[in-house]
Nanobody, 120 residues
Framework: QLHLAESGGGLVQPGGSLRLSCAASGFTGDTYAIAWFRQVPGKERQEVSCRTSGDGRIYYDNSVKGRFTMSRDGAKNTVYLQMNSLKPDDTAVYYC?????????????WGQGTQVTVSS
C-alpha cells in the first residue's frame, strides 16, 4: 500500500525558507493527488496546497499563495513544498496526504508530520 513520510522541518527565522519533502512508497507513476496540510494545537487542520495527478494542477490556499511552491520529482517519487518568506503564523506541524486522482474532501493516506517553527 501507499506510505508517506515527511521530512525537512525545523526552526527558521521570520523571512527565512524551508523545503519540506514527502517521500512516497508502495506505488509507481503519477496516480495520486498529494496535498500538504498544517495544524496548530487547538485549531482546525488547514489544507495548504494540493496537486492533482496526471495534469499536475496545483491549488494553494490564499494564506500561502505567492510564498509556497509545490513540486514533484517523479524519479524520486517525492513531492516538495518550498516555503519562502516564512512568518510566525506559519508555525505548525505539516503533513502530506494522498487520495486517488484528484484533490478532494477526504484523504486516505497520511504521513506522520514534521514540525515547522518560525521564530526570532
Amino acid at each position: 500500500q501507499l506510505h508517506l513520510a515527511e521530512s525537512g522541518g525545523g526552526l527558521v527565522q521570520p523571512g527565512g525558507s524551508l523545503r519540506l519533502s514527502c517521500a512516497a512508497s508502495g506505488f509507481t507513476g503519477d496516480t495520486y493527488a498529494i496535498a500538504w496540510f498544517r495544524q496548530v494545537p487547538g485549531k482546525e487542520r488547514q489544507e495548504v496546497s494540493c496537486r492533482t495527478s496526471g495534469d499536475g494542477r496545483i491549488y494553494y490556499d490564499n494564506s500561502v499563495k505567492g510564498r509556497f511552491t509545490m513540486s514533484r520529482d517523479g524519479a524520486k517519487n517525492t513531492v516538495y513544498l518550498q516555503m519562502n518568506s516564512l512568518k510566525p503564523d506559519d508555525t505548525a506541524v505539516y503533513y502530506c496526504a494522498a487520495r486517488a486522482h484528484t484533490c478532494g474532501y477526504t484523504y486516505d493516506y497520511w504521513g506522520q508530520g514534521t514540525q515547522v517553527t518560525v521564530s526570532s
